[in-house]
Structures are given as structure tokens and as C-alpha cells.
């Protein structure tokens, strides 16, 4: 990647998170080594100094392009992306709560049980499993309203045909995920993004 499209695409970003009404935006340097990620970017930093892309997507976007994905990473390390995986959070405090006493209530009755210690073992670890599965639909269903939010700030029609555009490329990653797995759990395929901005009103 020439090191004037990295330039321009810095500009871009700063253009975004000044639409975002992000301060404190310093970001220095563009590294394409996000390795498994081809239809997102993310910063690091306290200041969001460094943009990591995907190095499937080098040379293959125009730095324009890459608006509506740095918006919907800027979104979503915002405080409005943590208030929503804080609420997804409280949605689990009920049942983790209460596998949480389940679990302390078996070890008060069987406590001289030599068993007792291996099946507490066992047995939160797949609460724990169970919860995360639970907490899945919530991130999924967070990362589908930073894309609208995205949207917002973009323009839905410019968000669409970058998504278009990527999905064309048949990118390993992209069509692995649509293809399911636990991963689509937590995280929606590039096909449910496109469908996501269609269902918005032009």
C-alpha cells in the first residue's frame, strides 16, 4: 500500500471522528496487519494512534471507502457502543446470579465430598460456557446497530456498496463466516450486515 494512500486515508478517519464528535483524535499511522477481519478496522491507543486494516483489503478500497468501516469502529469504542454492551451486560446478571448460588448451595451440602471440588469445576465451567452463549445474541445483535448508526453518519447507500464491494471479493474469512460456526454467534456475516442496512428506510 503506497504510503500517500495511508496519508489520505488518516485524513479520512479524522474526517469521520470529527462527524463523530470524537476529541482527543491523534491517529499517526495506518499498519495493515488486522489478519482475519477483512469487512472491519480497529485503532489502538488511548488516542486511537494507530488504524489497523485488514491486509486482504490492501490496495483493493480507495481511501473514501474506508468511511462507513472507520466509523462503525469509532462508534463502537465510543461511550455509546459500551452503554450498549453494558445493558447486553445487566442481561445476564439474573442468570449468573443464580448458577452462582446454585453452585455455592451444592458445595455447603456435599462439602466433605472428595467429588465436590471436580464437579464445581466441571459444572462452572459450563455455566460459564452456557452464559457466554447466552451474551452472544446481544454483541451480535450490538454490532448490526453500530453499522446503523454508521449509517448515519456516512449515508446508508455509501455504506451498502463498500459492504457490496468487499462481498464480491469472495475473501476466505468473509465466506467462512457465513458459513456458521460458533463465531457467526457472536458476530453477523457480511450478507447479514448488507440485509441489515437494506431493512433501513432510504
Do not use: H, Y
Not at 442468570?95 to 448460588?101: I, S
Not at 460459564?128 to 446503523?148: C, E, G, I
Amino acid at each position: 500500500m503506497a504510503s500517500q494512500d495511508d496519508a489520505a486515508i488518516i485524513e479520512v478517519a479524522r474526517e469521520v471522528a470529527g462527524q463523530c464528535g470524537i476529541s482527543g483524535f491523534d491517529l499517526k499511522r495506518v499498519s495493515w496487519v488486522w489478519p482475519d477481519q477483512s469487512d472491519e478496522c480497529r485503532f489502538l491507543g488511548r488516542n486511537r494512534n494507530v488504524l489497523l486494516l485488514p491486509k486482504a483489503l490492501a490496495g483493493r478500497l480507495q481511501p473514501s471507502e474506508w468511511r462507513p468501516l472507520i466509523a462503525a469502529s469509532i462508534i463502537s469504542a465510543s461511550s455509546g457502543g459500551k452503554l450498549i454492551r453494558r445493558e447486553a451486560l445487566a442481561r445476564m446478571i439474573i442468570p449468573a446470579t443464580l448458577v452462582g448460588l446454585g453452585l455455592v448451595a451444592v458445595a455447603l451440602s456435599f462439602l466433605k465430598q472428595q467429588w465436590t471440588p471436580g464437579v464445581l469445576e466441571v459444572a462452572g465451567a459450563t455455566a460459564f460456557a452456557f452464559l457466554v452463549f447466552m451474551f452472544a445474541p446481544a454483541v451480535k445483535k450490538n454490532s448490526l446497530f453500530v453499522d446503523r448508526l454508521a449509517a448515519e453518519v456516512v449515508g446508508r447507500e455509501n455504506f451498502l456498496q463498500v459492504l457490496q464491494k468487499i462481498d464480491a471479493m469472495g475473501l476466505k474469512d468473509v465466506e467462512r463466516l457465513k458459513a456458521g460456526g460458533v463465531r457467526r454467534r457472536f458476530k453477523p456475516s457480511l450478507t447479514e450486515r448488507i440485509e441489515n442496512l437494506q431493512r433501513i428506510l432510504g
